[in-house]
C-alpha cells in the first residue's frame, strides 16, 4: 500500500523560505508525476507544482519564480523549495503521486507571518 509522508511544514516569517519534503512508500514502481498541493482556509485545493518522471514541471502562476519541484526516484522523495514566502502562501501543503491512480499524504501546514 502506498503511503506519502510530508515534513517541513512551520511558521516562518515572510520573505523567508522553506523546504518541504516527502517519503513515498509501498511502490515498487516509480510514479509518474509527483509534486505538491496546497489549500488555505475557506479555499479549496489548487495545485503548486508536479514534476513528471520524465522531468516535466508545471508551476501554479503565483509560485512561478519563487518555488522549486525536485523528485529523487532513487529514494522515492519529492521536495518543495519554497522562497520568498508571502503570507498568501499560508495553506496546508498536501503531497501528490500518481500511477494509475493518484495518492494524496496527510498535509503539512505551512504558516507565513507577515
Known amino acids: 500500500q502506498v503511503q506519502l509522508v510530508e515534513s517541513g511544514g512551520r511558521l516562518v516569517q515572510a520573505g523567508g523560505s522553506l523546504r518541504l519534503s516527502c517519503a513515498a512508500s509501498?511502490?515498487?514502481?516509480?510514479?509518474?508525476?509527483m509534486g505538491w498541493y496546497r489549500q488555505a482556509p475557506g479555499k479549496q485545493r489548487e495545485l503548486v507544482a508536479i514534476?513528471?518522471?520524465?522531468?516535466?514541471?508545471t508551476y501554479a502562476d503565483s509560485v512561478k519564480g519563487r518555488f522549486t519541484v525536485s523528485r529523487d526516484d532513487a529514494r522515492d522523495m519529492v521536495y518543495l523549495q519554497m522562497n520568498s514566502l508571502k503570507p498568501e502562501d499560508t495553506a496546508t501543503y498536501y503531497c501528490?503521486?500518481?500511477?494509475?491512480?493518484?495518492?494524496w499524504g496527510q498535509g503539512t501546514p505551512v504558516t507565513v507571518s507577515s
Open positions: 501528490y503521486a500518481q500511477r494509475i491512480i493518484e495518492y
Open positions: 509501498g511502490s515498487n514502481f516509480a510514479f509518474n508525476a
Open positions: 514534476k513528471t518522471y520524465g522531468g516535466t514541471t
